[in-house]
């Protein structure tokens, strides 16, 4: 029998609706559609199943957090600003108690000191930054490997 393929939660949190546009001398030119479709395709190789969300909102991400309990195997976040902020989605992955891999494009170590502290990175599996949208692929592929894919 074939195995099932592992599903994840793909989110992106406030702002990145604006990749394209948004500060590109930091975050690039690719659009959101444009790291998703790569995202797409790299699933359909490794293969794994994506379920992908933006949301501007902390509540609206909090509660694609608790969905994917039901049906997610694990998520692959970035929560951008929240990354610096949020109590409340750091303790929404713990509570999923799925594996979870930050990314963010920017390598946000090296920017302003405030984006040095992630309340996510000490409940994930790992962080992955500054790779631009390549952060994404190589934290799926990471996720996608923890999960046995
Ligand atoms: C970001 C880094 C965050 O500090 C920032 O607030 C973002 C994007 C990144 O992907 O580099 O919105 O998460």
């Given at each position: 029998m074939k195995a099932s393929a592992a599903r994840i939660l793909v989110l992106h949190g406030p702002n990145?609706?604006?990749?394209?546009?948004?500060?590109p001398g930091v975050?690039?030119?690719?659009t959101l559609q444009g790291i998703n479709e790569a995202l797409t395709a790299l699933a359909k190789e490794l293969p794994v199943e994506l379920r992908i969300v933006q949301s501007n909102s902390e509540g609206a991400l909090v509660d694609a957090i608790q969905g994917a309990i039901a049906d997610c195997d694990g998520i692959l976040i970035?929560?951008?600003?929240?990354?610096?902020?949020s109590v409340a989605i750091r303790d929404a992955i713990a509570a999923t108690g799925l594996p979870a891999v930050e990314v963010h494009l920017s390598n946000v170590h090296a920017r302003?000191?405030?984006?040095?502290?992630?309340?996510?990175a000490p409940i994930a599996v790992g962080q992955i930054c500054g790779f631009g949208p390549d952060s994404y692929l190589l934290g799926l592929r990471a996720l996608a490997g923890r999960l046995g894919k």
């Open positions: 990145l609706n604006l990749l394209g546009t948004r500060e975050y690039g030119h690719t970035n929560p951008a600003a929240y990354t610096h902020t302003e000191p405030f984006r040095s502290h992630s309340y996510i």
